[in-house]
């Protein structure tokens, strides 16, 4: 992973930092490793300071200096925890292979590398602690500044020590400049706000987490996240070139939601509160008396996380203009607020109103995947199977608003009016057979009727973006169209964010594109890679459980969460910034370790009867740096342990879009099970439920294996059909509670999967794959067809 730079610095001050760097002398304990082992990486206190200066300068919008008193602190303690605005609205998480972003991480890493108040945390969960805990003590106004100076002063002081210097009356220029650009030069502000370094004597048991055992971890997650994207894309052959846009929507608004929690979190409990962020939930930690208005806030978010007014993450400012089409084309369409009067909407010069926002945003609770918000327990395996299941978080679909007939919701048929249009084809191609006295037979009735039928579904495919009504499209037919709310702007997000991420990496030189693109050339996508981290559950597992106070044990959790995030995107960024400058390989999904990549490329025209010609991919050596980074960079796990990855790469000869994410998606779960059985013996298989098997043996080949990494890429055709349980529907019943008739209900049947005598672990796996929907009172229970392996 590249290190911090900063363009447009005195060189010479930029050299002075390097010959500085030496082995920290403040090291911070080693959070995946046993009490007593501390990270052994180098880095420089005033490249830490330079790095935050640059965040605070460049924060979009109004200059940081100028906020009130609160917001200033705000800032700069998003800025130390790595989560500051890196574009308007945006934030790391929100935008995670941004350039900016993956520096706001690496500085707040640097922080985290870095000896806190105590020898037992680090600098970046003192400070964050500090702020927590004047928030959860009541945000007493007369208490910011003395608790802001004294995040400074320990953020001075242990930078000081790390770079060897000793105290000093005058500022360090690094630290001076920080403070230029978090409260400006003016006296006032430098009497009250620039820190005297006399605050720190006998407080640093401020900078540890307050209120012991008087607090609550919760957390909110989203369930099946898979099947969800799986069944919000369309799944028509003619529509498989727009599948991507669909795909990168649906992710897109899932992390829009997860930002609008953390956002709501960050206000109410702090952003030091969130323990675990990543993998569509959010974990924190909140005082017994917040966590009924946390709870509010966050379901909530569900319905306002890009509401116009609302939205705590301002999410409705990052999609703006996206959101002003979309609002006018469901307008257009016919599907707004029936309570909202022509008159009132006529007088908003948008042409859309508050009311309609909600009426819109009542449908998209009901379509979002299974989402559940519950207080941390542990589910132990000693507890009969009904408690542990009743201490389950449970994954709800609240239905406040029906989504009527919708072309991609499965109430309606897109292609309605082809059969009409093939009949009328079918006819002509009669009269004119007839016309030349050639013989019409039923055989030629059904060839001209699939192939006018064929024409017409594609050429109605073909204008997708038109029904959908997008800015760019020479005419919008959204008035004809039935599509909700959520699918238009799935398509409209993800046409919006495919434009946005084609922009970051622009070639800096004459050979960094890799591609000389002639004039008017389309692109095509030439191949597809799913990847997803192997075993990561296995790494977060903490074990020192007996050794450490509740609290140390929540600020190693917090910590490993943070690091394995900052680790990962400065990882996957660096594979992309060496080898795939101007936009050759594109990020379709980045969520977290879940990660689908595609290339784009020029493909010659045939002549001559020759078949076409597909350039050389370069979509191989982004993996292939990607797995290198990752065994360099995460190398702080104890013995044994190491993060790899396992992905499916399809290779196109003709295939489109669908066929490619179809044949990625079945390649990367043979890798699992490559990998799985390649690894038989390896700490990387050991949970706490038993040792992981593969679903299914399949011996790696020599050649899957990338280098000399741990990682694997199956892109040969050497690949079974994986499918599950296809021909086993979903358990579905009307719910009240958990009992021994229901699960005994559920266990008949899944009796193919399960047996005769399954015992309780083998049900739990099936039980929690469940959601319940709600609708007007009544509730209904669903239990997904099981990942497990067959017993019959």
């Not at 007369?142 to 100076?149: A, G």
């Not at 542990?388 to 292609?415: L, N």
């Not at 199956?714 to 009992?739: L, P, Q």
């Amino acid at each position: 992973m590249r290190g911090y730079c900063f363009s447009g610095r005195d060189t010479r001050d930029v050299m002075r930092c390097l010959i500085r760097r030496r082995p920290p002398l403040l090291p911070a304990p080693n959070p995946w490793r046993d009490p007593g082992h501390d990270l052994d990486r180098s880095v420089n206190g005033g490249e830490i300071l330079e790095g935050l200066t640059r965040i605070i300068e460049e924060w979009p919008r109004e200059k940081t200096a100028a906020k009130l008193e609160e917001a200033r602190h705000l800032r700069f303690i998003l800025a130390v925890a790595g989560y500051p605005e890196i574009d308007v609205s945006t934030r790391p998480f929100d935008w995670p292979i941004h350039e900016r972003s993956l520096k706001a991480l690496e500085v707040s890493r640097m922080l985290d590398d870095v000896e806190g108040a105590s020898k037992d945390t680090s600098l970046r969960s003192s400070l964050l602690n500090r702020d927590m805990n004047w928030r959860w003590q009541g945000k007493r106004k007369k208490e910011l500044k003395n608790m802001h100076n004294q995040c400074l002063e320990l953020l001075f002081k242990q930078l000081r020590k790390l770079d060897g210097e000793g105290p000093d009356d005058r500022y360090r220029w690094q630290e001076e400049a920080l403070l230029g650009a978090l409260h400006g030069y003016d006296n006032n502000r430098i009497h009250a706000w620039w820190p005297k370094m006399d605050l720190l004597d006998g407080c640093e048991s401020l900078f540890d987490i307050q209120q012991d055992g008087d607090f609550v971890e919760l957390e909110f997650q989203f369930h099946q996240i898979q099947g969800w994207l799986n069944k919000m894309v369309p799944g028509f052959d003619e529509l498989e070139g727009t599948k991507q846009r669909w795909l990168r929507g649906a992710s897109l608004l899932l992390e829009a939601v997860n930002s609008e929690a953390r956002q709501r979190i960050a206000a109410l409990t702090g952003i030091g509160s969130i323990i675990i962020d990543g993998g569509g939930r959010v974990t924190w930690i909140s005082p017994q008396s917040l966590k009924d208005k946390c709870e509010e806030e966050i379901w909530l978010s569900l319905k306002q996380f890009l509401h116009l007014s609302k939205s705590t993450a301002r999410n409705s400012i990052r999609f703006e203009s996206t959101l002003l089409n979309w609002s006018s084309r469901n307008i257009e369409s016919g599907d707004f607020n029936p309570e909202v009067s022509d008159d009132d909407r006529g007088r908003s010069t948008s042409g859309w109103v508050t009311a309609d926002y909600d009426f819109w945003f009542d449908q998209f609770v009901g379509l979002m995947p299974p989402c559940s918000l519950a207080e941390k327990t542990t589910h132990d395996s000693e507890r009969p199977l009904i408690e542990r299941i009743q201490s389950y978080p449970r994954p709800i679909i609240r239905v406040i608003s029906e989504c009527e007939e919708c072309w991609f919701c499965g109430t309606a048929d897109f292609f309605e009016g082809c059969e009409d249009t093939a009949e009328k084809g079918r006819a002509k191609a009669e009269t004119e057979a007839l016309a030349a006295g050639k013989p019409w037979t039923a055989a030629d009735n059904k060839e001209a009727f699939g192939e006018s039928m064929a024409k017409a579904r594609k050429k109605k495919a073909f204008s997708i973006d038109s029904y959908i009504g997008m800015s760019g499209s020479k005419k919008s037919r959204a008035s004809e169209s039935k599509i909700c709310s959520l699918h238009r702007l799935l398509y409209l997000l993800g046409h919006e964010q495919r434009v946005k991420d084609s922009s970051i990496r622009l070639p800096i030189g004459q050979e960094s594109s890799h591609m000389r693109y002639p004039k008017g050339r389309d692109r095509k996508v030439l191949a597809i890679a799913m990847l997803d981290a192997n075993s990561v559950g296995v790494l977060f597992r903490e074990r020192c459980q007996e050794d450490l106070s509740k609290t140390e044990l929540l600020d190693r959790k917090r910590r490993r969460s943070f690091r394995f995030n900052a680790t990962w995107w400065g990882a996957f960024g660096g594979s992309l910034d060496d080898v795939s400058r101007g936009d050759r390989v594109a990020t379709w999904v980045a969520a977290g370790d879940d990660v689908i990549l595609a290339e784009y490329g020029q493909v010659s025209n045939p002549q001559g009867g020759r078949p076409a010609e597909y350039p050389e991919l370069v979509i191989e050596d982004v993996l292939e740096r990607l797995a290198t980074n990752l065994r360099e960079e995460f190398y702080e796990f104890e013995s044994g342990l190491f993060l790899s990855y396992s992905a499916g790469l399809a290779i196109t000869r003709g295939e489109r879009i669908g066929a490619l994410l179809k044949s990625s998606l079945r390649r990367e779960k043979s890798a699992k099970n490559r990998w799985k059985t390649g690894m038989k013996g390896s700490k990387m298989l050991e949970t706490e439920d038993g040792i992981r098997e593969p679903e299914r043996q399949e011996e790696p080949d020599d050649s899957d294996w990338i280098g000399d990494t741990k990682s694997i890429v199956v892109k040969g055709d050497t690949v079974a059909d994986n499918s599950e349980g296809g021909e086993v529907e979903e358990f579905s019943t009307e719910f009240h509670d958990w009992d021994k008739n229901l699960i005994q209900e559920i266990c008949k049947h899944y009796h193919s999967y399960l047996g005769d005598s399954p015992d309780d672990d083998d049900v739990f796996k099936i039980l929690k794959r469940h959601h319940i929907k709600e609708c007007d009172g009544a509730k209904t229970l669903c239990v997904l067809v099981p990942k497990l392996k067959s017993k019959s």
